[in-house]
């Protein structure tokens, strides 16, 4: 075969220099056409369209027609032509084709319109759908979406520990990480576990987050954010949990409250802006595949104002609604941790806007957060997101040591690990405020997408680490 440098199909689709001899290479999509000529549509990855590939039969080898079946790789070379009926403004009138690879019909992804579950399944071969390929090239470039923002807004990328001995949520959801022989632990007179011959020579687990790390960053720094995998043994067996999941969180020193918002706020439209600007063709597929509402919703959350709640009204407006007979399957009450059905009446039904709650009782939230003068709530802000509930959880952070040191003593939080956090307070502390927003929970609102094990490439959940 001649040798002619390959061109992606993404770039091949804008060209216009019909005549010009090109080289392209992909996976069959399918193959029709008559016995004299045949339409083979090519894809590479590289944009959701495919190339129209024109063969006539005459002018090839037999045998090598027939290993053109779905899912085989091929190498074509040929003329860029105009196109007239493919959908594209170009295609490709072959002259030599190679088989790289063929592909039999065992192949799983003969047809389309497989479900989501059976995908699942074969999550090794499905980002070669043209759903699963939409939603990867968007994760990619949200993940350059989040790395625009802040690093043009002046903050750094800093990387926290995956590995650790500190429970940042207190919520005692960790994965633990040993060396240890399971069948011969050696314990102490009490049945506890020694753990001085343990790896680390302490306990140690994977992270649920990088916000302390974090914290000892934007104390120095002034601004900084992290972006990396976390990882939950939370046994929620839900559509929008993952026991490793990626999360995105700011840390900015000397911010308050408002300021913290404004961030959440222009940084969630930056990217779904982002996702408009960049991602088009792809989340027009999405929208006319998956959910005929997603552009607009998209357009809409980047114009509404969000809507800033303080939990106490968030509250009154629940129970108000419950009064006119609105029903829900958990109790609201001042204190009750809103359920994610609360949250999307407030969000969908009742403002039909992003809304931020703020001012949450002190008991349902972590004890970094900065207590108010009430004594009963803290500064922790939720940002309630349509079709998804909670998408960032943050707060300006407790500043104080003297009002910290109360509040770990009070929820019994182990402080021989964390003396080095609170040294932050000890030395030259200052205000300051930072969020965590779950990647994979801005995902499924970008992509329409309605199960979060569909916009991550291999979802680990309970009972499940396949791939
Ligand atoms: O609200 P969370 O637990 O907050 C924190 O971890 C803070 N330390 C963040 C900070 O202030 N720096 O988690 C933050 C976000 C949630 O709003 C949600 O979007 C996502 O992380 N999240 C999950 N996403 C997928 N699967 C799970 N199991 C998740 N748990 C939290
Ligand atoms: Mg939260």
Not at 34 to 54: C, E, H, W, Y
Not at 325 to 337: H, M, Q, S, T
Not at 347 to 370: G, L, N, R, S, W
Request: charged share 25%; with cysteine; net charge negative.
């Amino acid at each position: 075969m001649e040798n002619i440098s390959r061109t992606k199909i993404v770039d091949l689709l804008k060209r216009t220099d019909f005549g010009a001899m090109v080289n392209v290479k992909g996976w069959v999509r399918t193959r029709r056409g008559s016995k004299q000529v045949n339409f083979v549509a090519l894809n590479d990855g590289s944009t959701i369209n495919n190339v129209q590939i024109v063969v006539d039969v005459a002018n090839f080898d037999e045998e090598m027609l027939k290993l053109i079946t779905t899912g085989a790789c091929l190498s074509v070379n040929g003329e860029l032509v105009e196109s007239v009926g493919s959908g594209q403004a170009a295609e490709i009138q072959a002259r030599e084709i190679e088989v790289l690879g063929t592909c039999d019909n065992t192949y799983p992804l003969q047809k389309k319109g497989h479900s989501m579950e059976f995908l699942r399944e074969i999550a090794h071969l499905r980002p070669r759908t043209n759903t699963f390929g939409a939603v990867y090239r968007i994760r990619h470039n949200m993940a350059m979406a989040i790395h625009n923002f802040f690093h043009q807004k002046g903050f750094f990328y800093f990387n926290a520990p995956i590995i650790t001995a500190s429970d940042c949520e207190g919520a005692g959801q960790m994965f633990q990480v040993t060396t240890m022989n399971l069948y011969d632990l050696k314990k102490d007179e009490n049945g506890s576990i020694i753990y001085d011959d343990d790896f680390f020579g302490k306990q140690a687990s994977l992270t649920v987050s990088g916000q302390l790390e974090g914290e000892l960053a934007a104390t120095a720094l002034g601004a900084i954010y992290t972006f990396g995998p976390t990882f939950r043994a939370e046994n929620s067996n839900t559509p929008r949990h993952l026991a490793e999941f990626w999360m995105v969180e700011p840390e900015v020193a000397f911010a308050d409250l408002a300021e913290l918002m404004n961030l959440e706020e222009e940084f969630i439209k930056f990217c779904v802006n982002w996702a408009l600007e960049h991602c088009k063709d792809d989340l027009e597929f999405l929208n006319k595949m998956v959910d005929k509402g997603l552009i607009e919703r998209l357009q809409s959350v980047v114009k509404a104002d969000f809507v800033r709640l303080p939990y106490t009204e968030g509250i009154k407006i629940l129970e108000e609604a419950i009064a006119k007979g609105r029903k829900f399957e958990f109790p609201v009450y001042w204190g009750c941790d809103l359920a994610s059905e609360h949250e999307r009446f407030l969000v969908e039904e009742h403002f039909q806007k992003p809304v931020i709650m703020t001012d949450y009782p002190k008991e349902i939230k972590a004890f970094y957060m900065k207590q108010n003068e009430d004594g009963k709530t803290v500064q922790g802000t939720d940002v309630l997101f349509p079709q998804i509930g909670e998408i960032i959880g943050g707060s300006v952070r407790e500043e104080s040591y003297d009002k910290l040191m109360t509040r770990i003593k009070e929820l019994d939080i182990p402080m021989k690990d964390m003396w080095w956090y609170l040294d932050t307070r000890k030395y030259g502390t200052c205000p300051h405020a930072g969020f965590g927003l779950g990647f994979e929970r801005l995902l499924l609102f970008v992509t329409g997408m309605t199960n979060i094990r569909d916009v991550i490439p291999f979802p680990r959940t309970p009972r499940n680490a396949e791939f």
